[in-house]
C-alpha cells in the first residue's frame, strides 16, 4: 500500500469547457462547482468562469491545466475552458513540478483495475502505463510506484532507483534524506537510494520532521528517536504527532492530549479530548468536555471552549464554528463576524461559502452575500 503523498494522492489515486464570456477566467480563482449533476469552474464572485458540463473536475495544476471528465473519460481543459488533452484517461491527476501527470489506463481485458502511467503536457506517454498505484513526484524527482503489491521509487524516466520490496513507504523524504518503510509488519528507514539507515524495528513510526525527530511506536508507546535511531524522549505516551516549526507535539496520555516541548517535557499539560497544531496565528483548536475553543502556546485560553464544532483559522483570518446546529464565523478574538445562521459553511481560497436550503452560496469577509445560494455543491463534489 502507498503512503498518502505530500500532494494528497493516495493508494487509490482517486483524488483527490466552454467558457462564459460574462466572467473573467484570467482570475486565479477557479473553484469546482456542480449544479444539475453537471461540474465547472467558478470565480469568488459567484460566476461561471466555465460552465457547467463536465461529469467530474479537479483543481487547476500551476501549469494552467485541469483533469476534468466527460462521458466517462479524463482529459485537461486550461483557465479558458479549450481541451489541451481530449479525454482519454480512466483517470488523471493534476500536473506535477516537472511537468508529468499521473493518468491512468485500462487495457482491453482489464476494464476493473487498469494501469498507471505519466504523460506531459501534449498528453504524450513519458513512462508507459504499468503500475498497479502511484503517486506523483516529489521535489527529489522520484515518485512512489507499486507493483504486484510492493512499492519501490522510479525516476522521471521510468527508471527503478529503488526496487519494488516494501509493504508501506513514505513518499516524503525528510531534510535528512529519509523515508519511514514498512516490511512484515515492522518500520524503519532508508535514504533515497534505498540503503537501509535505521533498520526494521519499530511497531509505527511517523516521519522525521525539521528539528531531526521521529515518533516511533515500541512496545505499545511512543516516543521520538533522531537518524541514529537513539531514542531522545523515550516511548512513553499512549498516542504521539510530529513536532511542528514552533518546537512543540502533540502527545495524548491517558485519554488526554497536551504539548511537549523537544526535550520531552510538558509545556502544556494533557487536558484536551482532542487537539491541532498551533497555525500561524499562533492559535490552537482544542476540545474540552466536547467543545471547542482556541488556546495560545502557554495554554491560555484566548477564545473560551463553548462551541459544538470549529475549524482552524483560515488566511482570512476567519474560522468557521457551529453552535446550536448552525454555522458562522468567528475573528481571532473570538468576536461573531458571521452568526451562527447557515446549515453549512467552509472557507476555501478565502472565499467564503455558505449552505442554505440545500443550495451553497458565497458571502464577504463581513458576512454580505456575494452570490445568493445556487450551486448543488462546491470545492468538492459532496453534497455535504
Given at each position: 500500500?502507498?503512503?498518502?503523498?505530500?500532494?494528497?494522492?493516495?493508494?487509490?489515486?482517486?483524488?483527490?469547457?466552454?467558457?462564459?464570456?460574462?466572467?473573467?477566467?484570467?482570475?486565479?480563482?477557479?473553484?469546482?462547482?456542480?449544479?444539475?449533476?453537471?461540474?465547472?469552474?467558478?470565480?469568488?464572485?459567484?460566476?461561471?468562469?466555465?460552465?457547467?458540463?463536465?461529469?467530474?473536475?479537479?483543481?487547476?495544476?500551476?501549469?494552467?491545466?485541469?483533469?476534468?471528465?466527460?462521458?466517462?473519460?479524463?482529459?485537461?481543459?486550461?483557465?479558458?475552458?479549450?481541451?489541451?488533452?481530449?479525454?482519454?484517461?480512466?483517470?488523471?491527476?493534476?500536473?506535477?513540478?516537472?511537468?508529468?501527470?499521473?493518468?491512468?489506463?485500462?487495457?482491453?481485458?482489464?476494464?476493473?483495475?487498469?494501469?498507471?502511467?505519466?504523460?506531459?503536457?501534449?498528453?504524450?506517454?513519458?513512462?508507459?502505463?504499468?503500475?498497479?498505484?502511484?503517486?506523483?513526484?516529489?521535489?527529489?524527482?522520484?515518485?512512489?510506484?507499486?507493483?504486484?503489491?510492493?512499492?519501490?521509487?522510479?525516476?522521471?524516466?521510468?527508471?527503478?532507483?529503488?526496487?519494488?520490496?516494501?509493504?508501506?513507504?513514505?513518499?516524503?523524504?525528510?531534510?535528512?534524506?529519509?523515508?519511514?518503510?514498512?516490511?512484515?509488519?515492522?518500520?524503519?528507514?532508508?535514504?533515497?537510494?534505498?540503503?537501509?539507515?535505521?533498520?526494521?524495528?519499530?511497531?509505527?513510526?511517523?516521519?522525521?520532521?525539521?528539528?531531526?525527530?521521529?515518533?516511533?511506536?515500541?512496545?505499545?508507546?511512543?516516543?521520538?528517536?533522531?537518524?541514529?535511531?537513539?531514542?531522545?524522549?523515550?516511548?512513553?505516551?499512549?498516542?504521539?504527532?510530529?513536532?511542528?516549526?514552533?518546537?512543540?507535539?502533540?502527545?495524548?496520555?491517558?485519554?488526554?492530549?497536551?504539548?511537549?516541548?523537544?526535550?520531552?517535557?510538558?509545556?502544556?499539560?494533557?487536558?484536551?479530548?482532542?487537539?491541532?497544531?498551533?497555525?500561524?496565528?499562533?492559535?490552537?483548536?482544542?476540545?474540552?468536555?466536547?467543545?471547542?475553543?482556541?488556546?495560545?502556546?502557554?495554554?491560555?485560553?484566548?477564545?473560551?471552549?463553548?462551541?459544538?464544532?470549529?475549524?482552524?483559522?483560515a488566511e482570512?483570518?476567519?474560522?468557521?464554528?457551529?453552535?446550536?446546529?448552525?454555522?458562522?464565523?468567528?475573528?481571532?478574538?473570538?468576536?461573531?463576524i458571521i452568526?451562527?445562521?447557515?446549515?453549512?459553511?467552509?472557507?476555501?481560497?478565502?472565499?467564503?461559502?455558505?449552505?442554505k436550503k440545500?443550495?451553497?452560496?458565497?458571502?464577504?469577509?463581513?458576512?454580505?452575500?456575494?452570490?445568493?445560494?445556487?450551486?448543488?455543491?462546491?470545492?468538492?463534489?459532496?453534497?455535504?
Amino acid at each position: 500500500m502507498l503512503a498518502a503523498t505530500t500532494f494528497g494522492v493516495g493508494c487509490t489515486m482517486c483524488q483527490t469547457t466552454i467558457p462564459n464570456n460574462n466572467s473573467d477566467t484570467n482570475s486565479n480563482a477557479l473553484i469546482r462547482a456542480g449544479l444539475k449533476d453537471k461540474c465547472g469552474y467558478i470565480d469568488e464572485t459567484g460566476h461561471w468562469g466555465i460552465n457547467p458540463q463536465f461529469d467530474d473536475v479537479k483543481d487547476f495544476a500551476d501549469n494552467g491545466l485541469a483533469p476534468v471528465k466527460l462521458n466517462g473519460k479524463w482529459g485537461y481543459i486550461d483557465k479558458t475552458g479549450k481541451w489541451i488533452i481530449n479525454p482519454q484517461f480512466n483517470d488523471a491527476n493534476d500536473f506535477a513540478g516537472n511537468g508529468l501527470a499521473l493518468v491512468k489506463l485500462h487495457g482491453k481485458l482489464d476494464f476493473l483495475n487498469g494501469k498507471w502511467g505519466f504523460i506531459d503536457k501534449t498528453g504524450n506517454w513519458v513512462i508507459n502505463p504499468q503500475f498497479d498505484d502511484a503517486g506523483l513526484f516529489a521535489k527529489n524527482g522520484l515518485a512512489l510506484v507499486e507493483l504486484n503489491g510492493k512499492c519501490g521509487f522510479i525516476d522521471e524516466t521510468g527508471n527503478w532507483v529503488i526496487n519494488p520490496q516494501f509493504d508501506f513507504v513514505d513518499d516524503y523524504f525528510a531534510e535528512n534524506g529519509l523515508a519511514r518503510v514498512r516490511l512484515n509488519d515492522k518500520w524503519g528507514f532508508i535514504d533515497k537510494t534505498g540503503n537501509w539507515v535505521i533498520n526494521l524495528q519499530f511497531d509505527d513510526a511517523g516521519y522525521f520532521a525539521e528539528n531531526g525527530l521521529a515518533r516511533a511506536k515500541l512496545n505499545g508507546k511512543w516516543g521520538y528517536i533522531d537518524k541514529t535511531s537513539n531514542w531522545v524522549i523515550n516511548p512513553q505516551f499512549d498516542g504521539a504527532e510530529s513536532f511542528k516549526e514552533n518546537g512543540l507535539a502533540i502527545v495524548k496520555l491517558n485519554d488526554k492530549r497536551g504539548y511537549i516541548d523537544q526535550t520531552g517535557k510538558w509545556v502544556i499539560n494533557p487536558q484536551f479530548n482532542w487537539a491541532l497544531d498551533f497555525a500561524e496565528n499562533g492559535l490552537a483548536l482544542v476540545n474540552l468536555n466536547y467543545k471547542y475553543g482556541f488556546i495560545d502556546e502557554t495554554g491560555k485560553w484566548v477564545i473560551n471552549p463553548q462551541f459544538d464544532w470549529a475549524t482552524d483559522f483560515a488566511e482570512n483570518g476567519l474560522a468557521v464554528v457551529v453552535l446550536n446546529d448552525k454555522y458562522g464565523c468567528i475573528d481571532e478574538t473570538g468576536k461573531w463576524i458571521i452568526n451562527p445562521q447557515y446549515d453549512y459553511m467552509l472557507i476555501y481560497e478565502n472565499t467564503i461559502f455558505i449552505k442554505k436550503k440545500r443550495k451553497w452560496g458565497i458571502l464577504d469577509k463581513n458576512g454580505n452575500i456575494v452570490a445568493k445560494p445556487q450551486f448543488d455543491w462546491v470545492v468538492d463534489k459532496i453534497y455535504y
